[in-house]
């Protein structure tokens, strides 16, 4: 073999172990500074810059101190709003919130989205296939409001398509006969696979559980 293609090979060779390299690192890195970031967001909560070097709170300054309190706080908050009494303070809190002018679109939104995600209520645990585009174009969504009479649409549902590699996504309008619900498989395989663009595995139950949809 001459020096030329020699050099070729051995340059081939190191391409393809820096992207078989890459496909390793990439997920771990990119999963380890996510997470990183989350970590450090919600430590930075509290403001520990106005905290004085000498005083009795001075441990609030270390790193992941703030993250536990915030964490210890949520529960706390979590933990307290099953009580009976300190409940209907919340629910009347709540109910505050969302009677105020202007605040009340930012709180319902918000409370909706988490409700939507984490609530007793989950609204992305009913995969289905839409038409949207044509008879024979199917999109991944997820059920949203199986009913929108209120809106004069008989017979339609509202299904969220998420976009592909993205947080984002949009609601379609329409009629139940263009939705195929997805039985044999669970949310998050649907969820993955739509926003990934289609390239993961899906993970299919022989036997899955029939789900009432609200």
Do not use: C
């Not at 890459?22 to 403001?47: C, Q």
């Not at 039985?183 to 926003?195: D, L, R």
């Amino acid at each position: 073999m001459s020096p030329k293609n020699r050099l070729k090979v051995i340059a081939a060779r190191v391409l393809r172990y820096f992207f078989q390299g890459l496909l390793i690192i990439a997920p771990i890195g990119v999963t380890a500074l996510t997470l990183y970031w989350v970590f450090v967001t919600i430590d930075n909560i509290i403001p520990k810059e106005i905290l004085p070097l000498e005083t009795p709170l001075k441990y609030l300054r270390y790193k992941g101190v703030g993250f536990v309190l915030v964490l210890l706080l949520v529960i706390i908050v979590g933990y307290l709003s099953s009580s009976f009494i300190v409940g209907r303070i919340f629910a009347l809190f709540d109910h505050m919130m969302e009677r105020t002018p202007f605040i009340k679109y930012i709180y319902t939104s918000v409370k909706d989205v988490f409700d939507a995600f984490v609530g007793e209520k989950k609204k992305f645990d009913h995969p289905v296939l839409v038409q949207i585009y044509g008879d024979n174009v199917w999109e991944m969504g997820f059920i949203t409001q199986a009913d929108l009479s209120s809106l004069g649409l008989e017979g339609y549902t509202a299904v969220y398509v998420p976009h592909a590699y993205a947080i984002t996504g949009k609601v379609f309008m329409v009629p139940v006969g263009k939705v195929k619900p997805l039985t044999n498989i669970s949310a998050g395989e649907a969820m993955k696979f739509a926003v990934s663009g289609g390239v993961t595995n899906i993970e299919v139950h022989e036997k899955p559980e029939k789900k009432e949809i609200e």
